[in-house]
């Protein structure tokens, strides 16, 4: 059967099971564009091509499935390079594909041409220029699996536009051929072991629990895991959900704003176990200083993790619903080992005493008065079903949702963890949204991060995909605001943003959103309950809240984690 | 046969060039040989933080893949490091770190140096003694060659400096591991011996 080259590169996503594309065409890309029209293949049109990568990202946190996004050459191939370093940093799978100019025109400074495979070579996990319209279906095979196999992340494949009009053989590889791409998802039996001694000899000992458990799909055998040894749990900002806020083990997120509990009981435990986890800056503090007295077990199917930040006693390489299943294996082999395990209970009872000396806290003055953003977040999550998917933007708003919400359930929660992309929060939920037809989807913002992409609202509303934006609009861009504050001597430079220019709610409706302004605490919940029963377009609420609200706890940069600042009334 | 200059004992890991201020490893890395790949591995070391200290490429037998030979200046921390996020790079196929004692290392220099009717003598002498080669001659120049282990190429270029070197080329190492010397099983028992 002979294809174009356009033809041959749809017919091969459809091979790969891709059932939702995003995309903004342009002039490299439109051939390929034409056989979108006879393809099952649904085509999200977006309204700028970041909106697209973001969207993927999304869609593949909330699926597990990649996310796949095409645009066009040139500035909308560098307007894509965010999501993919974003992508490349969380590992999320996602395949870009991006026009190009024609093979004879590359390296010509022809008309819309960038070089976005050099570019892009630092922010993906691979790229491919396809020069031959014979590779198409052999490259499209290999970016989905090396996508989507071992530490996952995001590839982009280079499409010329003399290829996409260039006739080929059609044919569907059997297999990949990557020699030197071999990911290793077991891990080696006697670390295993190794691992399993040294959890059962530890009398502090803490689950540093991260992205990796959810890409490897490790909920149900880490919750089995954690129940054996009863060894408590915390959940790395980008691991909120793999284990249930509400387990009595759980202690949430560690971290420059984690809660007194988790950070402290890494700090003083003898045996971290991380799980799919890197040693991030934002979770270590400074590094000298982190968790001083603990032994390292460090499970991850990157080796080049292992021992990146900090040497681990006993590294594995491995997929951790592998590594976890193992271990989980090894410990009922050997009874009498289980029977002569070192006793937790009391640092398990220390670490209670925590948790109810030093819990979150803020306080919301009165129903009439200055609505803090924290009851907005309790409020919200109390009137939605305990299934929703939360997508935050990048600040103050992304660390109040990830510290007030209960994240029960795994990939309830996506957002952008190790780039920082401010502007995530809208394209993502849309994405997941898609992905997730039948969940309610809310997208918790800031107003500097909603300026940044609400023009997607208009690529939802146009698909009905009918996402829920909570807007915490606090009139600042917080979280420097936060820091100018408190490092900077209230010197507050550039993060003014104003609460009513521009009128959001003008704005969403503009857009095509349903929407609503909610200035104190006595409108917030009636507001979210009309919010939540309008289903047949997207919903904007935006809540005036108070401008000088901070985080807390607080660990300030590059000081150790035993520093943790608690409240506004300063050190402990 | 003829005389030839055999380098001293100095080790040639210590490339007399830059004296002790960082160790230098040298990886040896096959890849698949395809467009871009060597741009991969440039910017992976940019990317990093590392140096790069010499650098050479050629296909191998095997058309499908190259062997590039790096050497690179690192402490053996961060060599591992290095060497990690190398193995992720899809067309890397193999990386071997080369130790200097246990394997064999050759670089070739040309060199246009001043010579003379008075120094041309001395500087074809010289020439002999390394087992070069005279490859290009003008009216008082030539341009000579020379291979062999690295600090054999180092000693050559310092002598030749002393006649005034005009423009002068190194290509960098290539190495490769040095054969067995004993069979496997034999190897076996020393080692239990030991």
Known sequence: ????????????????????????????????????????????????????????????????????????????????????????????????????????????????????????????????????????????????????????????????????????????????????????????????????????????????????????????????????????????????????????????????????????????????????????????????????????????????????????????????????????RAIKADPDAYQHRADITDWVGTLKGWQEKYPLKYEQPSLSGVLKPQYVIEKLRDATPSDTIVVSGVGQHQMWASQYWKFNHPYTWINSGGLGTMGFAIPAAIGAKVGKPDRTVWAIDGDGCFQMTAQELVTASMEQIPIKVALLNNSYLGMVRQ?????????????????????????????????????????????????????????VVEFRTDSSEKVFPMVPAGVSNDNIILGPEGLI | MSISYIPGNGSSSDLSGTPGIMHHHVLSVLVENRAGVLARIAQLFSRRGYNIFSLAVAPTDESRFSRITIVVDVDSAPLEQITKQLHKLINVIKISELDPAESVECELLVATVNADISARGHVMELVALFDGKIIDVGVDKLTVLATGEPSKIDDFSELLSSFGIVELQRTGRVALAKLERQSNKLKNTTGRAG
Request: hydrophobic share 40%; with cysteine.
């Open chain 1, 483 to 539: 820091w100018q504050e408190m490092f900077y001597g209230e010197r507050y430079s550039e993060v003014y943003l104003s609460p009513d220019l521009p009128d959001y709610v003008k704005w969403s409706e503009a857009m095509g959103c349903a929407s609503f302004r909610v200035e104190n605490a006595e409108e917030v919940g009636p507001t979210i309950e009309k919010a939540n029963e309008i289903n047949d377009r997207p919903v």
């Open chain 1, 1 to 328: 059967m002979k294809l174009t080259g356009a033809q041959a590169l749809i017919k091969s996503l459809e091979m790969q099971g891709v059932d939702v594309m995003f995309g903004l065409p342009g002039g490299a890309i439109l051939p390929v564009y034409d056989p979108i029209l006879d393809s099952p293949i649904r085509h999200i049109l977006v309204r700028h091509e970041q909106g697209a990568g973001h969207m993927a990202e999304g869609y593949a946190h909330a699926t597990g499935r990649p996310g796949v996004a095409m645009v066009t050459s040139g500035p909308a191939a560098t307007n894509i390079v965010t999501p993919l370093a974003d992508a490349y940093m969380d590992s999320v799978p996602i395949v870009v594909i991006t026009g190009q100019v024609a093979t004879a025109s590359i390296g010509t400074d022809a008309f819309q041409e960038a070089d976005i495979t050099g570019i892009t070579m630092s922010v993906t996990k691979h790229n491919w220029l396809v020069t031959d319209a014979n590779d198409i279906p052999n490259v499209v095979a290999e970016a989905f699996h090396v996508a989507t196999t071992g530490r996952p992340g995001p590839v982009l494949i280079d499409f010329p536009k003399d290829i996409a009009n260039a006739q080929m053989d059609w044919y569907w590889p059997g297999s990949v051929d990557l020699p030197g791409y071999k990911p290793n998802s077991r891990g080696h039996s006697k670390m295993i072991a190794a691992a399993v001694k040294m959890m059962f000899e530890a009398s502090r000992p803490v689950f540093y629990v991260g992205g990796g458990v959810l890409n490897a799909r490790a909920s149900e055998v880490l919750a089995e895991l954690v129940e054996l040894t009863g060894i408590p749990v915390v959940t790395t900002l980008m691991a909120r959900g793999a284990f249930p806020d509400d387990h009595p083990l759980c202690l949430g997120m560690p971290g420059m704003h984690g809660n007194y509990t988790a950070v402290t009981a890494m700090q003083q435990s003898d045996l971290l176990i991380a799980l799919g986890s890197r040693f991030d800056d934002r979770v270590t503090g400074k590094l000298d200083g982190f968790a001083p007295h603990a032994r390292v077990v460090h499970v991850d199917i990157d080796p080049a993790e292992l021992g990146k930040l900090r040497r681990p006693d006993v590294p594995i390489v491995g997929d951790c619903r592998s590594v976890i299943e193992d271990i989980v």
